[in-house]
C-alpha cells in the first residue's frame, strides 16, 4: 500500500510542528506547490532545489539588497539606536557591486593559509573545552559545547583577546533575537535590552579597531583597520554579519552533526575505525539538517525561474532546507548517508555571490570537533534525554545533546 | 599573463566573472569559460579573482 503523504493544506502553517521537523511540509511544498505564496503577503517560498539554485544563481534580477525594508519601532528604541550607525546589512543584504567590494575585504581572512594557521588554536580551544567535562562521562554537547566553541573561534579570526567571547556570545543571541522579529516578535522590554547590546557592539568594534592601529596584525580585524576608502559604519556592518554568521550556524552545525552520526551506529563505528570518513558526515549533516534553513531576496521586476514567474514586486523565501531534501536530485532524501553520490550538491553554503566565505572554517571546525570527540571520549554515545530544535526559523540548531562515554 | 582554473575545484560561484569580466565568464550555472592568456592590463582584475574564489580553484602565472 502507498504511504499517505500529507498535503500543504493539512499543514498548519507556521507552526511548533513544522519548527520542530519542517521536513514533511517542506516535501508536501516541493510536490504540489514549488512557488509557495505567503498567506497576507506580497511573498512566496521556494522549494525545490533546481528553483533555489536558479534564484541563488540569478543576483542580476533577484536581489538581496534589503535597505528597502523597514521595520517599525517604539520611541524607545528609536531612542536608544539614536545612538548606532545604520545597520546597513552589508554583503547578506546586498549586491554586486559593492556587495563584491566588500566582500574583498573579508577574503584574505578566509584564505587557506589564514585557516590552516587558525586550526592549531582551534584544536587547542576545543581541548579545553572537553576538558572540562572528559572526565564526568556524560555531557550536554550543545550546552557544554557546540554554543561555546564558534565564539571562541571567532576572537582567533577577528584578533580579539580571548576572553572577549561571552560578549561576542551576548551580541550574538541579542542580533538573533532582533533579526528574527519580524517572524518572532519581541517582548518590548526585549526589544529595548536588543537595542541597547547593538549600541555596545557596535561600540566595542569601534574600540577594537582603535586599538588595533598600530598593529594590526594577520586578523580580519586587523584587515578591516587597513581597509581604505571604507567607512566605519560599513566595518562595524561587517564585523557583525561575520560574528553571527559564524557562530549561529556552526553551533548547528556541531549540533546537528554529532546527533546524526550517533543516531547511526553503524555509520558511526565506521568513522571511529577511519577518521578520514569525517569530512563526509560534515557534508551530508550540512546537508540533512542544514543551519542556515533559508535565505530570503527581493525581485524587482518579472522573473522566470525554472518552475514558474514571478511579478515583480515580491519577496522570495529560499527553502534551503527543503532544496537539500529535494527527491530530485538527493536520492532517497530523508536517509544519512555518508557516502552518497551526490554529497557535495547540497546548498547549505548557498551559491554564486554570496556563497558562505566562512564555509572553510566552518567544515574545519565541524571536523576538529567530531575528531576531538571520537579520540577523546570513549565509546561515545546518545545519552537518555530526547533534543529538540530551537524555535528559530531562520536556522536550525538543537537546544541540547545528551551524550554519555566511558569515564576513566 | 597566464590564468589556470581548476575545473575540478570550481563550483561556478561567479565571483571571477564580477572583479574579472574581461577574463572569466558563466556560460551557465555549470559552465565557466576563461580566457587563459589575457593581456597584461587584465592581471589585477584576474588577480583580484584568485583571492575571491571561494574554492580557490584559480591560479595566475607570468
Known amino acids: 500500500m502507498p504511504e499517505t503523504r500529507r498535503r500543504v493544506e493539512d499543514f498548519e502553517y507556521p507552526s511548533e510542528e513544522i519548527q520542530q521537523c519542517p521536513y514533511p511540509f517542506f516535501e508536501a511544498l516541493r510536490a504540489e506547490c514549488p512557488v509557495y505564496p505567503v498567506k497576507g503577503r506580497k511573498a512566496v517560498q521556494l522549494s525545490r532545489y533546481e528553483d533555489v539554485a536558479a534564484a541563488m544563481a540569478n543576483w542580476r534580477h533577484i536581489s538581496s539588497d534589503r535597505s528597502w525594508l523597514t521595520s517599525e519601532m517604539s520611541p524607545e528604541v528609536a531612542a536608544v539606536l539614536e545612538e548606532a ?27 587557506p593559509k589564514r585557516i590552516a594557521q587558525l586550526r592549531n588554536r582551534v584544536v587547542a580551544m576545543a581541548n579545553e573545552l572537553i576538558d572540562g567535562f572528559a572526565a564526568d562521562g556524560h555531557a550536554d554537547w550543545v550546552t557544554q559545547y557546540a554554543n561555546l566553541l564558534p565564539a571562541r573561534v571567532m576572537t582567533a579570526l577577528f584578533g580579539v583577546p580571548f576572553s572577549d567571547h561571552e560578549r561576542l556570545t551576548r551580541y550574538t543571541e541579542d542580533y538573533l533575537d532582533w533579526t528574527a522579529k519580524m517572524l518572532n516578535p519581541l517582548a518590548p522590554e526585549r526589544e529595548v535590552e536588543c537595542a541597547h547590546s547593538i549600541v555596545s557592539f557596535q561600540r566595542y568594534v569601534h574600540e577594537r579597531l582603535e586599538a588595533m592601529k598600530d598593529e594590526p596584525g594577520e586578523n580580519l580585524f586587523g584587515d578591516l583597520v587597513q581597509a581604505e576608502n571604507v567607512t566605519l559604519g560599513v566595518k562595524i556592518d561587517i564585523a557583525k554579519t561575520m560574528l553571527i554568521a559564524g557562530v549561529e550556524t556552526t553551533r548547528g552545525l556541531l549540533g546537528s552533526s554529532m546527533k546524526l552520526l550517533l543516531e547511526h551506529p553503524d555509520q558511526a563505528d565506521r568513522v571511529r575505525a577511519d577518521r578520514d570518513l569525517i569530512p563526509q558526515v560534515i557534508e551530508e549533516s550540512l546537508r540533512i539538517e542544514s543551519p542556515a534553513q533559508r535565505a530570503s531576496r527581493w525581485v524587482p521586476d518579472d522573473v522566470e525561474i525554472p518552475n514558474g514567474e514571478l511579478p515583480g514586486g515580491h519577496y522570495m523565501n529560499l527553502l534551503i532546507g527543503s532544496a537539500n531534501r529535494d527527491e530530485r536530485v538527493f536520492d532517497d532524501p530523508d536517509r544519512f548517508d555518508i557516502d552518497r553520490e551526490e554529497l557535495g550538491r547540497h546548498l547549505a553554503f548557498g551559491k554564486g555571490v554570496h556563497f558562505c566565505i566562512g564555509s572553510p572554517l566552518a567544515r574545519m571546525e565541524g571536523v576538529v570537533s567530531l575528531e576531538l570527540a571520537f579520540e577523546r571520549l570513549p565509546n561515545l554515545r546518545l545519552g537518555g534525554a530526547a533534543s529538540a530544535y530551537r524555535a528559530n526559523p531562520l536556522t536550525r540548531a538543537l537546544d541540547s545533546l545528551e551524550l554519555e562515554w566511558d569515564a576513566s | 599573463v597566464k590564468v589556470a582554473v581548476d575545473l575540478a575545484a570550481c563550483e561556478c560561484h561567479g565571483q571571477c566573472e564580477i572583479v574579472a569580466p574581461t577574463v572569466f565568464k558563466l556560460e551557465d550555472e555549470t559552465n565557466l569559460s576563461w580566457d587563459a592568456a589575457p593581456p597584461e592590463s587584465a592581471r589585477e582584475d584576474a588577480e583580484a579573482a584568485v583571492v575571491m574564489c571561494p574554492t580557490q580553484a584559480i591560479t595566475v602565472a607570468d
Request: hydrophobic share 35%; glycine share 4%; aromatic share 8%.
Open chain 1, 85 to 111: 550607525w545604520d545597520d546597513r546589512d552589508v554583503l547578506l543584504g546586498e549586491d554586486p557591486p559593492s556587495q563584491t567590494q566588500h566582500r574583498r575585504l573579508v577574503a584574505p581572512a578566509f584564505a
